[in-house]
C-alpha cells in the first residue's frame, strides 16, 4: 500500500520559513513525478512544485519562485518543500502527491495517483 505522510506544517508570521517533509511508502516504480500541492480555503488545489525522477528536473508555480525550493532524498524516500518569506497568500493545505504518469506537466493534481492527506501551513501578516 502507497503512503505519503506531510509533517513540518504550523503558523509562522509573514517572512518566516518552514520546512515541509513527505515521507513516502509502498511505492517502488522508478520513473515517476513528485511534488507539492496546497489548497486554500473557497479555492481550487493548485500545483506548487515537483520534480520528475528521470532527469530530476524541477517546477514551480509562478508565485512561489525564488522562495520555494523542493528537493528530494531519495534513499530515505523523503520528499521535502523549503519554504521561504513566506506570504499570507501562502496559508492553505499542503498534500504531497506522486504520480506514474510522467509525460505530462507534474504540477497538474489531475495526474496524481497517490495523495496524502495534507498538512496546514498558516502565514500570519
Known amino acids: 500500500e502507497v503512503q505519503l505522510v506531510e509533517s513540518g506544517g504550523g503558523l509562522v508570521q509573514a517572512g518566516e520559513s518552514l520546512r515541509l517533509s513527505c515521507s513516502v511508502s509502498g511505492f517502488a516504480i522508478d520513473d515517476y513525478a513528485i511534488g507539492w500541492f496546497r489548497q486554500a480555503p473557497g479555492k481550487e488545489r493548485e500545483g506548487v512544485s515537483c520534480?520528475?525522477?528521470?532527469?530530476?528536473?524541477?517546477y514551480y508555480e509562478d508565485s512561489v519562485k525564488g522562495r520555494f525550493t523542493i528537493s528530494s532524498d531519495n534513499a530515505k524516500k523523503l520528499l521535502y518543500l523549503q519554504m521561504n518569506s513566506l506570504k499570507p497568500e501562502d496559508t492553505a493545505v499542503y498534500y504531497c502527491?506522486?504520480?506514474?504518469?510522467?509525460?505530462?506537466?507534474?504540477?497538474?493534481?489531475?495526474?496524481?495517483?497517490?495523495w496524502g492527506k495534507g498538512i496546514t501551513v498558516s502565514v500570519s501578516s
Open positions: 520534480i520528475k525522477s528521470r532527469d530530476s528536473s524541477t
Open positions: 502527491a506522486v504520480t506514474t504518469v510522467v509525460s505530462h506537466m507534474c504540477l497538474s493534481a489531475d495526474f496524481m495517483d497517490y
